[in-house]
């Protein structure tokens, strides 16, 4: 049944259809960071479908079919090329191997295609910029070609309207005739035979609508008309003549006049003489000095550089880069009225912040460490009739010396407090005297007058003996009765003031380059150097580039006492500057300048000066070798220094120097402002020197470094505290004293023999008593021949552990048997104390 099912039945075909050419697959595909792709791959084979009739043909029997009957032979063709050899057939491949196959090939064109697209990216960027250059000059050289036409253009119509009125004064007066289309000497060229033309018979032809047209007549003929150039010709012939006077003779040498300082390279002087470099090395080079660009010159070689070359030579000195701020002094008619300068002094706790914060109706007292000030405050207040008074609180503490010095220096009134219940003190004095060293008037301010003990006029009277009359007493000085708590005799005290300055006629200039002195200096740590800048005259604006004494900068940002930011600070007005490249001293001069190159020139040269001055060594002589010596051979106590601000490091270094004492002197490492880092810690350790933070801290790395170093950190907010501590680590260092006391003095009458080898003394005590556990030593002729102690002490061949003044006794010593009779013997005790400086 099977087999008569599968024969072929009559009339029934069979099914159509093709073979299976397709397999298809899953492959995956896994990319950087756990990327992953599933693609679907089709391997397709290739399918060959012969003549009708003949089926599907595999490929490699292509080339074998049957060839079509021959021609007749009418014309020989060639003969067939042979056909290709057949390839051979590639080997089969599993399922995982064409997979494997595909994602390689895969890979490969997308790598590919990265690579083509990444070229097509750099041609792109390439082609793109050579064509915004390609425009960028056309452009240029379309607004040149642009600017000379219409430059040509003007000159041309110029020219065209001066002749036509020259034309117009030269017409004879006639009626007008507007002449035909055309040329007359066009017409005379058409007719024939080149007849002349006609005369127009009285009439004159307005030819001011052809004139600007170009014939052939016109060009050719000699009727005195002038032919116009074309711009192209017009450019060529300025092209040609720049070309010549570029390339023709030697043009004019242009004279300089060369500044020449002390000391100069030879590519500097090449600059400033706008020569080549190797010329000049090549005339040095002739004058036997074989130098290089880079090598310095002195200036008598420099001049005669200067002057072979033809220019003239201008000396100047180092020197003469710094700059003079007293030789420039403003004309009287600039000067306008500024608001005065009042620095506030006294002795530390005489009421000197708080009587600021009543004027100003703040607190600052509450927030300074040991309730003393340790910084220079600057503020400005507005009164009440809208005037503008600017104030400077200055330290009392005694440390604090440079600090009132510059205060009083920088102001133009001075206030002392003096407590009513206390009375002038060392630095009350001490103020009095800067004062009249800086010539300024002082208001004695009587603080304190609330408590029961006050007594204004027992500080009056005080005051004489320092030569301070006040006003109370028939003299010169003003003074006036306050009390910061209770808010009387303020209104006073700014009447006084403002008519101080009304006497002394306060003027400045506000419209030239500003000048000011820097009150403060810290390193902030968002901010960076900052400095409290007093402006003394002209106008401060941000912006402005400055040098204030080894350090210059640009003002980024100013603020006042109260946070706000200002754009612009007159005369007499405090201000915080952000902007500078370090810290600078408190007391420099800050001076505005016209770049930053002369800014950093003028740094440049102070900074100079300051090193030298620094490593310099004076003239050696005797006297300073043998102090040399003597310093040499005290001991050194080792200090690294951190402050807030720059004036506290001064106060700090100040003090160190007038510890008095010969044997141990305080050496400064280190001193600046801002947090204590690691590179001070490094410095420390290697000196081992304790590392002194006055309100500042370390930070965290440079407390590890420390812990693990050993190195020691003290923290300090009130400098007395400070100084006392110093004070007792240079005397333990020192170690304690040892004092002599001599308690009893002995003459040796005679020698006796004790024991075999030994010797006794017998002695006549004459001073004090002996004993025997007291130090001992002999003299001869006042010099110390020894010294150790009493082995014993008899009398009448008793011991006996003391003998008084007046009697006899005999004495044997340790290991000394050298005794004569006439020397001396003294029984001292020692005494051990601890050290104080």
């Keep these: 049944m099977s087999d008569s099912n599968d024969k072929p039945k009559l009339g029934m075909r069979a099914p159509l259809g093709i073979k299976r050419t397709v397999e298809t697959g899953q492959v995956k595909q896994s990319f950087s960071h756990g990327r992953s792709n599933t693609v679907v791959v089709e391997v397709k084979r290739r399918r060959v479908i012969g003549k009708p009739g003949e089926g599907e043909a595999p490929v490699a029997e292509a080339p074998a079919a049957a060839a079509p009957a021959p021609a007749p032979e009418v014309a020989k063709a060639p003969p067939p090329p042979p056909p290709p050899a057949p390839k051979a057939p590639e080997p089969q491949l599993s399922r995982q191997e064409m997979q494997a196959k595909l994602l390689r090939e895969a890979e490969e064109a997308r790598l590919a295609m990265l690579e083509e697209a990444r070229r097509r990216e750099d041609q792109q960027r390439r082609e793109s910029s050579e064509d915004e250059k390609r425009r960028a000059e056309e452009n240029r050289k379309a607004e040149e070609a642009a600017a000379e036409a219409a430059r040509l253009q003007a000159e041309e119509e110029a020219r065209q309207a001066a002749l036509a009125a020259e034309r117009a004064a030269n017409a004879p007066v006639a009626p007008a005739v507007v002449a035909p289309v055309g040329d007359d000497d066009d017409r005379g060229a058409r007719r024939p035979g080149g007849a002349p033309p006609r005369p127009s018979r009285g009439r004159v032809v307005d030819d001011r609508r052809q004139h600007g047209k170009l014939t052939v007549t016109r060009a050719l003929g000699d009727d005195g008309d002038v032919r116009a150039r074309s711009l192209a010709a017009l450019r060529r012939s300025r092209e040609k003549d720049k070309r010549a006077h570029q390339a023709g003779g030697p043009s004019v040498k242009q004279v300089r006049d060369v500044q020449v300082p002390e000391a100069i390279t030879v590519q500097e002087l090449a600059i400033r003489m706008a020569e080549r470099g190797a010329d000049l090395v090549k005339s040095l080079f002739k004058m036997g000095m074989p130098v290089t660009l880079t090598q310095t010159i002195d200036q008598d070689t420099a001049e005669l550089l200067v002057t072979e070359f033809g220019h003239n030579i201008v000396r100047v000195s180092d020197a003469d880069i710094d700059i003079v701020n007293e030789e420039d002094v403003d004309a009287p008619e600039t000067l306008q009225a500024r608001p005065p300068v009042v620095a506030i002094m006294g002795h530390v706790d005489h009421g000197k912040t708080s009587l600021l914060d009543a004027l100003r109706g703040t607190d600052v007292v509450s ?84 408590k029961h003990e006050a007594d204004a006029n027992k500080v009056r009277q005080q005051l004489l003996q320092y030569d301070v009359i006040v006003e109370a007493m028939s003299g010169d000085v003003q003074d006036v009765e306050v009390s910061a708590k209770t808010k009387t005799g303020l209104d006073e ?118 090193t030298r001055k620094r490593t310099g060594s004076g003239p050696a002589s005797l006297e300073s070798m043998f102090s040399a010596l003597k310093e040499k051979q005290a001991q050194e106590y080792p200090l690294v220094i951190k402050a807030d601000v720059q004036g506290t490091v001064e106060a700090i270094i100040g003090s160190l120097a007038k510890i008095p004492n010969e044997d141990i002197k305080a050496r400064v490492l280190h001193a600046g402002v801002g947090g204590i880092t690691e590179s001070d810690v490094t410095l420390a350790r290697a000196s081992g020197a304790p590392i002194i933070g006055f309100n500042v801290r370390a930070n965290a790395k440079a407390r590890e470094i420390a812990e693990r170093n050993g190195v020691a950190l003290k923290y300090y907010d009130v400098i007395y505290d400070l100084l006392d501590d110093i004070r007792a680590g240079m005397a333990g260092q020192l170690g304690p004293e040892y004092f ?58 008793d011991d006996v552990p003391e003998v008084r003044a007046g009697l006899e006794c005999g004495v044997t010593f340790t290991d000394f048997k050298d005794i004569r009779p006439g020397d001396y013997l003294e029984t001292f005790e020692v005494e051990e104390r601890a050290r104080t400086l």
């Design 367 to 450: 927030g300074e460490a040991g309730g003393i000030t340790q910084h220079i405050g600057a503020y400005q207040l507005t009164m009440k009739d809208k005037s503008k008074i600017t104030f400077l609180d200055t330290p009392g503490h005694e440390a604090f010396t440079e600090m009132r010095a510059r205060g009083a220096n920088v102001t133009d009134i001075v206030v002392i407090a003096v407590a009513a219940d206390d009375g002038p003190k060392p630095q009350t004095v001490e103020a009095i005297n800067h004062v009249k060293a800086a010539g300024v008037p002082m208001i004695i301010a009587i603080t304190k007058c609330d």
């Design 740 to 797: 002599e006391t001599v308690v009893g003095r002995a003459e040796i009458k005679d020698v006796f023999p004790a024991g075999k080898h030994g010797k006794a003394a017998g002695i006549l005590v004459v001073e004090g008593f002996i004993r025997k556990a007291l130090k001992a030593r002999i003299t001869r002729d006042d010099v110390i021949i020894y010294k150790g102690e009493i082995a014993s002490l008899r009398r009448f061949k």
């Design 493 to 610: 005290l700014i009447e006084k003031i403002q008519l101080q300055a009304e006497i002394s006629e306060l003027k400045a200039n506000p419209d030239r380059a500003a000048e000011g002195k820097v009150i403060e200096a810290k390193l902030d740590k968002g901010k960076g150097p900052v400095a409290t800048i007093l402006v003394q005259r002209g106008t401060l604006r941000t912006g402005d580039i400055f040098v204030v004494g080894a350090e210059s900068g640009r003002v980024r940002a100013m603020t006042n006492d109260k946070g706000m930011q200002l754009k612009e600070a007159g005369p007499s007005i405090p201000v915080e500057v952000l902007g500078l490249t370090g810290v600078p001293q408190a007391g420099d001069t800050l001076t505005v300048v016209e770049s930053e190159a002369r800014a950093r020139e003028v740094a440049a040269y102070r900074a100079e000066v300051a």
